[in-house]
């Protein structure tokens, strides 16, 4: 009897752990749709709004900009990205830290040159003030 109480009781932590998880996960999934949605439009409130001030923005050529740089480079359109599509998304949750990895395939018009890109990206997020932050990101190049 002891037993199946027990049993009972670390079932329910389980269920609860597993609910608030998925959760944060859907919390984490609406960041990102809210950061694509804002690299396609210029959209600089939203893109101040959904970085963290420590933003750490890694491109595959190796370059790395912080916060205003990348905001300021969307912005302007020295990174126009036209369309953004988002595949092969995983989402892992650890306390006040997301891990976020998928494939990015994009139309862009970086200063006026149209082309396209595919990309392999590893994104950050952290839970600052109840709000998941853009903390750090970093793409390669599809092969």
């Given amino acids: 009897m002891i037993r199946k109480l027990i049993y009972l009781i670390a079932l329910t932590i389980m269920m609860n752990t597993a609910m608030a998880q998925s959760k944060e996960e859907a919390a984490v999934t ?23 001030d420590q933003l750490s923005y890694g491109h595959s050529s190796g370059r790395v ?32 830290a997301a891990i976020v990895r998928h494939t990015l395939s994009a139309t862009t018009n970086d200063s006026g040159n149209p082309g396209s890109v595919k990309l392999n990206i590893l994104l950050v997020f952290q839970k600052q003030k109840g709000q998941w932050k853009l903390l750090a990101r970093q793409a390669v190049k599809v092969p």
């Fill in 65 to 96: 900009e912080d916060k205003a740089t990348f905001v300021d480079n969307i912005v302007t359109g020295k990174s126009d990205f036209v369309t953004i599509d988002l595949t092969n998304q995983t989402i892992t949750v650890a306390g006040d």
């Fill in 30 to 52: 609406a960041a990102v749709e809210n950061l694509r949605k804002a690299m396609i439009d210029g959209d600089k409130a939203g893109l101040q709004n959904i970085t963290a």
